[in-house]
C-alpha cells in the first residue's frame, strides 16, 4: 500500500533541544517537501529536496534543517534556534513538479 | 511574483446546498492549479488538479472547479454539500520547485 508516513503524530519539545521529525515515502518520488502550518497562514515551505543527497531552503528554512540520504526518507530536525516551533509539520513528495501527496502531519508541541 | 488568494476564510452552508470555493492566483505563465481538502489534524488530501485542456475539471468526492484564465481564477464548486464536506479547502499553484498555497477556506456544513 503505497503512500507517506510520518512520525511520532504528536511530539514535545523542551526548551533547547533538538528534535527530529520522520517522513518516509515508497511512491519512488524523486522530490520531497516540508511545510509548517500555523492557524490562518495556510502552508509554508521549510525545505525540499528534488535528489537524493541535495536539498534548498525553502521560505523559512531557519531553525531548521534536514538530510536526504535516501529516496524514501527525509527526516526534519527542529533545532533549538527555532524559537517557535509550535506548529503542524507536513511532509510530501512528487514524482516531479506537479501534483504534491501529503503524509498525516506531525504535531509539534513546546514543553 | 506567483501567489494564490482566497478571500474567504469561512463559509458556512447547509447541507444539500450549492457550494463555490473561490481562488484567485497570480502567475507570469499558465499554472498548474491544485485543491486540496484538509479534515483537523489530517494531512491534505487532493481533491483535483487542472494542467491543460479543458478548463472544467472533475475530482473526486463530487467535486469540480472551472479554470478562467481572463479572471485568474480556479473557484471550486460541488452542486449539493454533504456534512463530511466539512473541511478546510486550500488552492495551490506550482511555482519553479514547489506549490504555493492560499490560506485556505474553512467550510462548515449545517444540517
Known amino acids: 500500500d503505497g503512500g507517506i508516513t510520518q512520525s511520532p503524530k504528536y511530539l514535545f519539545r523542551k526548551e533547547g533541544q533538538n528534535v527530529t521529525l520522520s517522513c518516509e515515502q515508497n511512491?519512488?518520488?524523486?522530490?520531497m517537501y516540508w511545510y509548517r502550518q500555523d492557524p490562518g497562514q495556510g502552508l509554508r515551505l521549510i525545505y525540499y529536496?528534488?535528489?537524493?543527497?541535495?536539498?534548498q531552503k525553502g521560505d523559512i528554512a531557519e531553525g531548521y534543517s534536514v538530510s536526504r540520504e535516501k529516496k524514501e526518507s527525509f527526516p526534519l530536525t527542529v533545532t533549538s534556534a527555532q524559537k517557535n516551533p509550535t506548529a503542524f509539520y507536513l511532509c510530501?513528495?512528487?514524482?516531479?513538479?506537479?501534483?504534491?501527496?501529503f503524509g498525516p502531519g506531525t504535531r509539534l508541541l513546546v514543553l | 511574483a506567483q501567489s494564490v488568494t482566497q478571500p474567504d476564510i469561512h463559509i458556512t452552508v447547509s447541507e444539500g446546498a450549492s457550494l463555490e470555493l473561490r481562488c484567485n492566483y497570480s502567475y507570469g505563465a499558465t499554472p498548474y492549479l491544485f485543491w486540496y481538502v484538509q479534515s483537523p489534524g489530517q494531512g491534505l488530501q487532493l481533491l483535483l488538479k487542472?494542467?491543460?485542456?479543458?478548463?472544467l475539471v472533475q475530482g473526486i468526492k463530487g467535486f469540480e472547479a472551472e479554470f478562467k484564465r481572463s479572471q485568474s481564477s480556479f473557484n471550486l464548486r460541488k452542486p449539493s454539500v454533504h456534512w463530511s464536506d466539512a473541511a478546510e479547502y486550500f488552492c495551490a499553484l506550482t511555482g519553479a520547485n514547489n506549490l504555493f498555497f492560499g490560506t485556505g477556506t474553512r467550510l462548515t456544513v449545517i444540517p
Open positions: 529536496s528534488q535528489i537524493v543527497n541535495d536539498f
Open positions: 511512491l519512488n518520488h524523486d522530490a
Open positions: 487542472y494542467f491543460s485542456g479543458d478548463t
Open positions: 510530501a513528495s512528487s514524482a516531479s513538479i506537479g501534483t504534491q501527496y
